[in-house]
């Protein structure tokens, strides 16, 4: 079983950046790919970005389109989500999830295989 591992979060004042980092243990067959979500307490988890090996593809939120970059380094086994102007409304748990689901560019949903998370604090 892939096993996901998160780090890099922290607390930053607002317009500041952050990377995160998200270690996997193996390559899956197929489709391989790496999300990021973000939850706040008492909120549903929401997709922000995603790295798909296919193609090197990439999708974002529209709330970090412009601010976050997600990137892969398979020689790593690490996907990076680079986090850019942030501001207190990024504040959340950030979870990575193995082979998100997308069709024809569309989210669909999570895959069903999470990391602990981590956390980021934004103030203002």
């Known amino acids: 079983q892939v096993q996901l591992t998160e780090s890099g979060g922290g607390m930053v004042q607002a317009g500041e950046s952050l990377k995160l980092s998200c270690t996997y243990s193996q390559r899956t067959f197929g489709n391989f790919g790496i999300g990021w979500f973000r939850q706040v307490p008492g909120k549903q988890r929401q997709f922000v970005a995603a790295f798909i090996w296919s193609g090197d593809s990439t999708y974002y939120a529209d709330s970090v389109k412009g601010r976050f970059t997600i990137s892969g380094d398979n020689a790593k086994n690490t996907v990076y989500l680079q986090m850019n102007n942030l501001t207190p409304e990024d504040t959340a748990v950030y979870y990575c999830?193995?082979?998100?689901?997308?069709?024809?560019?569309?989210?669909?949903?999570?895959?069903?295989?999470w990391g602990r998370g981590t956390g980021v604090t934004v103030s203002s």
């Open positions: 999830n193995l082979d998100p689901n997308f069709l024809g560019g569309r989210f669909l949903g999570p895959g069903a295989t």
